[in-house]
């Protein structure tokens, strides 16, 4: 059974950093790009950003280039999400997504399996 469970959303004040973290098993980890994706209230879950297996490719959203990092550690199946100079924007729901689709990490409709997610709150 494939789980995902994300980890280290909260609330913080605009300009804060928070680091999410997302636990993976009973999948090949390395067979999988993993992204992270959101969902603000009223809106459609959105990509985030994305890792190829070897975390030497990664992706990001524009909205969050330059201030997000994805990394993901292969060993133990975790992937993180840094997030520095939060801003109001960016409050959501923060879920994980494993993609057997290497070719295109960001697009929702190539995520096999979905975390159940971690509410992100930046207060302005």
């Known amino acids: 059974q494939v789980q995902l469970v994300e980890s280290g959303g909260g609330l913080v004040q605009a300009g804060g950093s928070l680091r999410l973290s997302c636990a993976a098993s009973g999948l090949t980890f390395g067979a999988y790009a993993m992204g992270w994706f959101r969902q603000a209230p009223g809106n459609e879950r959105e990509f985030v950003a994305a890792?190829?297996?070897?975390?030497?490719?990664?992706y990001y959203a524009d909205s969050v280039k330059g201030r997000f990092t994805i990394s993901r550690d292969n060993a133990k199946n975790m992937v993180y999400l840094q997030m520095n100079s939060l801003k109001a924007e960016d409050t959501a729901v923060y879920y994980c997504?494993?993609?057997?689709?290497?070719?295109?990490?960001?697009?929702?409709?190539?995520?096999?399996?979905w975390g159940q997610g971690t509410q992100v709150t930046v207060s302005s």
């Open positions: 890792s190829r297996w070897s975390g030497l490719s990664t």
């Open positions: 997504g494993a993609s057997a689709n290497m070719n295109d990490p960001t697009a929702l409709t190539n995520v096999r399996h």
